[in-house]
């Protein structure tokens, strides 16, 4: 069982940047893939990076360049730091752990319960 609580959301201009980050509570933290997702009003929960136990990451394709995954093992967090945000970034961002660091939402067996981020133009 993983239970896990983001934060560092909020509101903030276009351009700006902002760093979420995610706690993990349980032992075998280090052995998921550590994901983020994020959800617009009126959309379907979207895919937005993903880093494996081991280090590696892959990110979608509209924020590639722009945001970085990380984890620490060590303190059981896994950090999202968004860089250049647009107003298309605004959205409730989910954490999420799972045995596989791939981009699909149903492969993810814990969720956080979302931080809100919104950018204005």
């Known amino acids: 069982q993983v239970q896990l609580v983001e934060s560092g959301g909020g509101l903030v201009q276009a351009g700006d940047s902002l760093r979420l980050s995610c706690a993990a509570s349980g032992r075998t933290f280090g052995s998921y893939a550590m994901g983020w997702f994020r959800q617009a009003p009126g959309k379907e929960r979207q895919f937005v990076a993903v880093?494996?136990?081991?280090?590696?990451?892959t990110y979608a394709v509209s924020v590639k360049g722009r945001f970085t995954i990380s984890r620490d093992n060590a303190k059981n967090t896994v950090d999202l730091q968004m860089n250049s945000l647009k107003p298309e970034d605004t959205a409730v961002y989910y954490c999420?752990?799972?045995?596989?660091?791939?981009?699909?939402?149903?492969?993810?067996?814990?969720w956080g319960q979302g931080t809100q981020v919104t950018v204005s133009s």
């Open positions: 999420a752990a799972g045995r596989y660091a791939i981009p699909v939402r149903t492969a993810y067996d814990y």
């Open positions: 880093v494996s136990w081991s280090g590696g990451n």
